[in-house]
């Protein structure tokens, strides 16, 4: 009778509702390439200017440069719905419009290019003013930034916030000097450059910290916690860049 109520009692706890199987999900790899919200592809090639293609899920970044004297590029984006779109003379010009940034930059050229990005909901607001060379695009929308830069004889810079908050003080001798505050992307920059550039990006909420130190060209460092940015711009001739981004998470590599 013990026998019997035992294996009874054993049957009712192997009931089919008692059985699960492993969730398939939680074993799931995911390839370092290929990010959850990033799904980032980055193919960059350069001459003597810079050729990339960046492509985001969440940024849905999407940027390809190329440059003749010097670099043009288009920046596409489904959250950002940024479109850059840069052509030079001498130097860079370029338009970027976003739906969701609501960015606007108008940049005009002689030699050089000078430009004005203004947005709704990333409040952005930069202004590039050059000597011999340009410049910069300082785009985001909700944070997902990308910045493109290119110069003739030295580089611009870049600069990148997600839930900006930055604040960029860029000291120069005959480089570049500029100040970028944003809170909540609020962003304004003021970038002016004489020959070379240099700058120092520090942000609280995108804990952003840039570094450029130039001889003939820039070269940049850009780290920071929130925005998780980390910008690389080494150059010979002309800045070539890409930046990946997921979930604002930015990395940025500039040769």
Do not use: F, I
Not at 69 to 91: F, I, M, P
Not at 201 to 206: E, K, L, M
Not at 229 to 243: F, I, K, P, Q, W
């Amino acid at each position: 009778m013990d026998h019997y109520g035992n294996v009874a009692a054993e049957r009712k706890l192997r009931t089919p509702g008692s059985k699960r199987r492993p969730s398939a999900s939680a074993s799931r790899l995911v390839a370092a390439t290929v990010l959850a919200h990033g799904k980032l592809r980055t193919s960059c090639s350069s001459g003597d200017e810079a050729g990339g293609v960046v492509q985001a899920a969440d940024g849905k970044l999407r940027t390809s440069c190329s440059s003749g004297d010097e670099a043009g590029g288009v920046v596409q984006a489904a959250d950002a719905k940024l479109r850059a779109s840069w052509s030079s003379g001498d130097e860079a010009g370029g338009v970027v419009q976003a739906a969701d940034a609501k960015l606007r930059t108008s940049c005009t050229s002689g030699d050089e290019a000078g430009g004005v990005v203004q947005t709704a909901d990333a409040k952005l607001r930069a202004s590039w003013s050059s000597g011999d060379e340009a410049g910069g695009v300082v785009q985001a929308a909700d944070a997902k930034l990308r910045a493109s830069c290119s110069s003739g004889n030295e580089a611009g810079g870049v600069v990148q916030a997600a839930d900006a908050k930055l604040r960029a003080s860029c000291t120069s001798g005959d480089e570049a000097g500029g100040v970028v505050q944003a809170a909540d992307a609020k962003l304004r920059t003021s970038c002016t450059s004489g020959d070379e550039a240099g700058g120092v990006v520090q942000a609280a909420d995108a804990k952003l910290r840039t570094s450029c130190s130039s001889g003939d060209e820039a070269g940049g460092v850009v780290q920071a916690a929130d925005a998780k940015l980390r910008t690389s711009c080494t150059s010979g001739n002309e800045a070539g860049g890409v930046v990946q981004a997921a979930d604002a998470k930015l990395r940025a590599s500039c040769t």
